[in-house]
């Protein structure tokens, strides 16, 4: 069962969230191993970085060992959840990428080792790839309406 008391990392999500809820795969009892405490971890941390590697680490495993478990023969839930968590990860990125680069981003201004003021800096660059990105996710069609 999964701890739901304050000091969990699960303790600010809807008992029904999909994080909570799938089947984790049966592995061997390890110290270091996937235990469905760090598999349910892994696919929340998953969701907030939507890199594998980062959130494999996170939770103290390697990300080979993350895609190896992944292909496990049992892991048809653990493996929608990881797609899931990686496209709002991914969506999530985005969001913050775009949002940066319209927005910008504020910086301090410093004279004579004082702040004194921000001024904001808007970068085109991360604006051309966050476009890019989202091309590359779903194509402008002519005729459709946007979802």
Not at 29 to 53: N, Y
Not at 73 to 83: C, L
Not at 87 to 93: D, I, K, L, S, V
Request: charged share 25%; aromatic share 10%; glycine share 6%.
């Amino acid at each position: 069962m999964t701890d739901l008391s304050p000091a969990s990392p699960f303790a600010e999500l809807d008992p029904g969230d999909y994080v909570l809820t799938f089947a984790t795969v049966a592995t061997r009892v390890r110290h270091d191993g996937w235990s469905p405490d760090r598999q349910r971890r892994f696919i929340l941390m998953l969701r907030e970085t939507a890199t594998v590697s980062s959130a494999a680490r996170a939770v103290g495993c390697s990300a080979q060992s993350a895609y190896k478990l992944r292909h496990h023969p049992n892991a048809a839930e653990f493996a929608a959840a990881w797609d899931r968590a990686m496209t709002e990860g991914r969506a999530r990125a985005f969001e913050l990428a775009f949002d940066r680069a319209v927005n910008g981003e504020e910086h301090p201004h410093y004279y004579r080792g004082q702040v004194v003021g921000t001024v904001r800096r808007v970068d085109n660059r991360l604006l051309i790839a966050a476009l890019s990105y989202s091309k590359a996710i779903r194509p402008y069609r002519p005729g459709k309406q946007d979802e």
